[in-house]
């Protein structure tokens, strides 16, 4: 069963900070993967071209883990643990326009090549709101 976000941390997931998201290769090691992240109330969502490694190793092994932390409170962040429970193509490249748009203020630039969306359903949530 998913774990919610708590509601009052739902930004550093929804706004543009990039997520530190790993996947395990099929050799046993750990891939560390700087990433636009979004949450759409259920699920995180992030995307990758088709046929990218982290794709790969993510439908050999799909256990995820994802931190995020705030810029201006270095103790309020969310580490998640959870599993790829699904792909989905990026029909005409919205999802990742929408994500360039809220990380760097443009449309995505490099749209010759096919993405896909992963789904990931958080299975564990650490969640620290701050010291302020």
Known sequence: MAQPIP???????????????????????????????????????TSSMVGSR?????????HVTLSVVDRSDDWR????????????????????D????RYTGGPYRFRETPREIFVIEPDSVRASRGRR
Not at 77 to 96: H, N, Q, S, W
Not at 98 to 101: G, L
């Open 7 to 45: 509601e009052e941390l739902t930004d550093l997931l929804t706004s543009n900070i990039l997520g530190h998201v790993t996947a395990l290769r099929p050799d046993g090691t750990m891939a560390a993967y700087l990433m636009w992240v979004d949450y759409d109330g259920e699920h995180i969502l």
């Open 54 to 62: 982290k794709a790969t190793n993510w439908q050999h092994n799909p």
């Open 77 to 96: 962040y969310l580490i998640i643990r959870g599993r790829v429970v699904g792909t989905r193509p990026d029909e005409g490249l919205a999802f990742i």
């Open 98 to 101: 929408r994500m360039s748009m």
